[in-house]
C-alpha cells in the first residue's frame, strides 16, 4: 500500500513538472495518469473559472445573469472554430509525434496559428458591430439589451484570446505536453478570477465597470495566457518548436487542416446550435428561468470540464499510437480512459443529487432561481454515466483525426431528436424548464451510445492525416 502512495506521489509530480514521454511505448495506465493530471487541472481551472465568474456577476441580478447566458450561447459559433481547429491540431500534431516527425509538428502548428488568427479577427469585427442586434435576436429582454451590449460588445472584439487558448492547448497535448496547457490555463483565468471583483466592484476610489469589468478581466487574462503559449512554441525548449523553417504557408496542409477542423467545429456547432435554441427555448420563460438555466449549466461545467480533461488523455494516446502503427493499443487507451471517467461521474453525480440545493444556493438566493438551477443539476447528472463513455469515445474519434463521425452523430441526436423533443416536452406538457433538462440528459445519453457503437466497428483507424 505505501509502496502505490509513493509511486501515486511520484508519477503526480512528474506529470505537472511535464517531463516529456514517448507515449507510444510506456505503459498505457501511466500515459493515461500523466496525460490527464494536467489535463484535469487545466479544465478544473477553467471549471472554477466559470463558476467564480457567475458568482460575482450574480451579485449585479438576475438580467446580469442572462447576459452572460445568452453571450455564451452566441460564443458558440467562435468556440466552435476554436474547438475545431484545436481537434485538428491535436490530431495532426500528435500523428506527427508518433511518427517521430517533429520539424513537421512545427510547420502543422504554424498553420494552425494562421488559421486562428485569421478567423478570429474577421468573427471579432462583426460581434463587436452587431454585439445588440445579436442580444435582441437571442431573445433578450429590452432592459437586458440595454445593460448587457457592452458586455456583450467587449467579449466579441477579444475572442481571438478565447480561440487561440483553445487551438495552442490543443497543440500541446497533441505533443504530449498537457502541462504547458494546463499552465497557460491557470495563469489566465487565475488572472481572470483575480480581476473579477476588482474590474466588476472596483476598490477604493476606483468605481470599477460593473458587469462590463468582467468582460474586460476574460479577455485581459487569456491574452496573458496565450502570450505564454507562444512564449514555449518558439522557445526551442521542447520538441515541439516553431523556427524560422517552419514559418512558411504549406497550402496542403492548411487544406488538411480545414478538412479536420469542419468535422470538428460541425460536431461544435450542431451541439452549440441545438444549446442556441435550447437557450432561447428558457430565455422564453423569463429572467429568472434564464438565469437559473444559466447557472445550472455554470455549475454542471465544473464537473464536465475535468471529465473532459481526462478523455482528452484518450485523444492524444489514440492520434500517437496510429502514427507508429499500433492499432489496439489505440483502442485499449480509449477503453481505459472510459472507465477512469466513468468512475469520476459516478461519484459527481451523488454529491449532486444530495447536495444540488446546497451548491445553488452559493450563487443565488432569489428563489424562483434557486429552484430552476436545482431541479436543473438533479435531472441533468441522471445521465452523466452514459456522458462519461460518450466523452471518451468522441475524443478517440478526434485523435484519430476522424472528426466527421461525431459531427454526423451530433445531427442526428442533436438535431433531428434534441430540438424537437424540447420543444414538444417544455411547451405541451407543463414542465417548461425541467422539461428541457429532462431532453439534456436523455439525448446525451442516447448521443454516448451510439458513439460507443460506431467506435467499436473500427473504420476510424483507416483514417489519414
Same mark, same amino acid.
Given at each position: 500500500?505505501?509502496?502505490?502512495?509513493?509511486?501515486?506521489?511520484?508519477?503526480?509530480?512528474?506529470?505537472?513538472?511535464?517531463?516529456?514521454?514517448?507515449?507510444?511505448?510506456?505503459?498505457?495506465?501511466?500515459?493515461?495518469?500523466?496525460?490527464?493530471? +494536467?489535463?484535469?487541472?487545466?479544465?478544473?481551472?477553467?471549471?472554477? =473559472?466559470?463558476?467564480?465568474?457567475?458568482?460575482?456577476?450574480? %451579485?449585479?441580478?438576475?438580467?446580469? &445573469?442572462?447576459?452572460?447566458?445568452?453571450?455564451?450561447?452566441?460564443?458558440?459559433?467562435?468556440?466552435?472554430?476554436?474547438?475545431?481547429?484545436?481537434?485538428?491540431?491535436?490530431?495532426?500534431?500528435?500523428?506527427?509525434?508518433?511518427? %517521430?516527425?517533429?520539424?513537421?509538428?512545427?510547420?502543422?502548428?504554424?498553420?494552425?496559428?494562421?488559421?486562428?488568427?485569421?478567423?478570429?479577427?474577421?468573427?471579432?469585427?462583426?460581434?463587436? /458591430?452587431?454585439?445588440?442586434?445579436?442580444?435582441?435576436?437571442?431573445?433578450?429582454?429590452?432592459?437586458?439589451? @440595454?445593460?448587457?451590449?457592452?458586455?456583450?460588445?467587449?467579449?466579441?472584439?477579444?475572442?481571438?484570446? !478565447?480561440?487561440?487558448?483553445?487551438? &495552442?492547448?490543443?497543440?500541446?497535448?497533441? @505533443?504530449?505536453? +498537457?502541462?504547458?496547457?494546463?499552465?497557460?490555463?491557470?495563469?489566465?483565468?487565475?488572472?481572470?478570477?483575480?480581476?473579477?471583483?476588482?474590474?466588476?466592484?472596483?476598490?477604493?476610489?476606483?468605481?470599477?465597470?460593473?458587469?462590463?469589468?468582467?468582460?474586460?478581466?476574460?479577455?485581459?487574462?487569456?491574452?496573458?495566457?496565450?502570450?505564454?503559449?507562444?512564449?514555449?512554441?518558439?522557445?526551442?525548449?521542447?520538441?515541439?518548436?516553431?523556427?524560422?523553417?517552419? *514559418?512558411?504557408?504549406?497550402?496542403?496542409?492548411?487544406?488538411?487542416?480545414?478538412?479536420?477542423?469542419?468535422?470538428?467545429?460541425?460536431?461544435?456547432?450542431?451541439?452549440?446550435?441545438?444549446?442556441?435554441?435550447?437557450?432561447?427555448?428558457?430565455?422564453?420563460?423569463?429572467?429568472?428561468?434564464?438565469?437559473?438555466?444559466?447557472?445550472?449549466?455554470?455549475?454542471? $461545467? =465544473?464537473? *464536465?470540464? +475535468?471529465? #473532459?480533461?481526462?478523455?482528452?488523455?484518450?485523444?492524444?494516446?489514440?492520434?500517437?499510437?496510429?502514427?507508429?502503427?499500433?492499432?489496439?493499443?489505440?483502442? $485499449?487507451?480509449?477503453?481505459?480512459?472510459?472507465?477512469?471517467?466513468?468512475?469520476? *461521474?459516478?461519484?459527481?453525480?451523488?454529491?449532486?443529487?444530495?447536495?444540488?440545493?446546497?451548491?445553488?444556493?452559493?450563487?443565488?438566493?432569489?428563489?424562483?432561481?434557486?429552484?430552476?438551477?436545482?431541479?436543473?443539476?438533479?435531472?441533468?447528472?441522471?445521465?452523466?454515466?452514459?456522458?462519461?463513455?460518450?466523452?471518451?469515445?468522441?475524443?478517440?474519434?478526434?485523435? @484519430?483525426?476522424?472528426? %466527421?463521425?461525431?459531427?454526423? &452523430?451530433?445531427?442526428? /441526436?442533436?438535431?433531428?431528436?434534441? &430540438?424537437?423533443?424540447? =420543444? !414538444?416536452?417544455?411547451?405541451?406538457?407543463?414542465?417548461?424548464?425541467?422539461?428541457?433538462?429532462?431532453?439534456?440528459? =436523455?439525448?446525451?445519453?442516447?448521443?454516448?451510445?451510439?458513439? $460507443? #457503437?460506431?467506435?467499436?466497428?473500427?473504420?476510424?483507424?483507416?483514417?489519414?492525416?
Amino acid at each position: 500500500m505505501a509502496q502505490r502512495i509513493r509511486l501515486f506521489f511520484t508519477l503526480f509530480k512528474e506529470a505537472i513538472r511535464g517531463q516529456e514521454q514517448d507515449y507510444t511505448r510506456i505503459s498505457l495506465k501511466t500515459g493515461i495518469f500523466l496525460l490527464a493530471v +494536467p489535463m484535469i487541472l487545466e479544465m478544473l481551472m477553467e471549471s472554477l =473559472f466559470a463558476v467564480v465568474d457567475i458568482f460575482f456577476v450574480g %451579485k449585479l441580478g438576475e438580467h446580469a &445573469i442572462a447576459t452572460v447566458g445568452l453571450t455564451e450561447a452566441m460564443l458558440t459559433i467562435i468556440y466552435s472554430v476554436g474547438v475545431g481547429v484545436s481537434m485538428a491540431g491535436t490530431a495532426l500534431v500528435a500523428r506527427r509525434f508518433g511518427e %517521430k516527425d517533429y520539424q513537421r509538428a512545427g510547420t502543422v502548428s504554424f498553420q494552425l496559428l494562421l488559421v486562428g488568427v485569421v478567423s478570429s479577427a474577421a468573427m471579432g469585427m462583426a460581434g463587436f /458591430v452587431y454585439a445588440e442586434e445579436l442580444l435582441v435576436l437571442m431573445g433578450a429582454e429590452p432592459d437586458l439589451v @440595454a445593460t448587457g451590449t457592452g458586455f456583450t460588445r467587449i467579449i466579441m472584439a477579444g475572442n481571438m484570446a !478565447i480561440l487561440l487558448l483553445f487551438l &495552442i492547448n490543443g497543440i500541446f497535448r497533441g @505533443a504530449g505536453q +498537457p502541462h504547458l496547457a494546463m499552465r497557460a490555463l491557470w495563469i489566465s483565468n487565475g488572472l481572470n478570477i483575480l480581476l473579477d471583483p476588482l474590474l466588476i466592484f472596483g476598490w477604493g476610489s476606483f468605481e470599477g465597470f460593473g458587469l462590463e469589468g468582467a468582460a474586460w478581466a476574460t479577455t485581459l487574462g487569456r491574452s496573458v495566457g496565450v502570450v505564454y503559449q507562444v512564449y514555449h512554441l518558439v522557445n526551442g525548449k521542447h520538441r515541439l518548436t516553431i523556427t524560422s523553417k517552419n *514559418l512558411k504557408v504549406r497550402w496542403k496542409t492548411l487544406k488538411n487542416i480545414v478538412s479536420i477542423s469542419a468535422g470538428g467545429m460541425g460536431q461544435f456547432l450542431v451541439d452549440g446550435a441545438a444549446w442556441i435554441f435550447l437557450t432561447r427555448l428558457a430565455a422564453t420563460y423569463g429572467s429568472a428561468t434564464m438565469a437559473g438555466y444559466t447557472i445550472a449549466f455554470r455549475i454542471l $461545467l =465544473f464537473s *464536465l470540464m +475535468p471529465a #473532459w480533461g481526462l478523455s482528452a488523455a484518450a485523444s492524444t494516446l489514440v492520434g500517437q499510437s496510429l502514427g507508429a502503427g499500433k492499432y489496439f493499443r489505440a483502442e $485499449l487507451s480509449a477503453y481505459y480512459t472510459a472507465r477512469y471517467n466513468l468512475i469520476f *461521474l459516478a461519484v459527481v453525480t451523488a454529491v449532486y443529487l444530495l447536495f444540488a440545493d446546497v451548491i445553488v444556493g452559493w450563487f443565488t438566493d432569489i428563489p424562483e432561481v434557486v429552484e430552476v438551477a436545482a431541479k436543473g443539476l438533479k435531472i441533468t447528472v441522471l445521465g452523466y454515466v452514459f456522458f462519461a463513455v460518450g466523452m471518451v469515445m468522441v475524443q478517440a474519434f478526434n485523435g @484519430a483525426g476522424d472528426t %466527421k463521425t461525431p459531427a454526423y &452523430i451530433n445531427i442526428g /441526436v442533436f438535431w433531428c431528436l434534441e &430540438i424537437p423533443l424540447a =420543444f !414538444i416536452v417544455a411547451q405541451y406538457t407543463g414542465l417548461r424548464a425541467d422539461g428541457i433538462f429532462m431532453v439534456i440528459a =436523455f439525448c446525451h445519453s442516447l448521443h454516448a451510445l451510439v458513439a $460507443l #457503437w460506431f467506435f467499436r466497428k473500427g473504420h476510424w483507424k483507416k483514417t489519414l492525416v
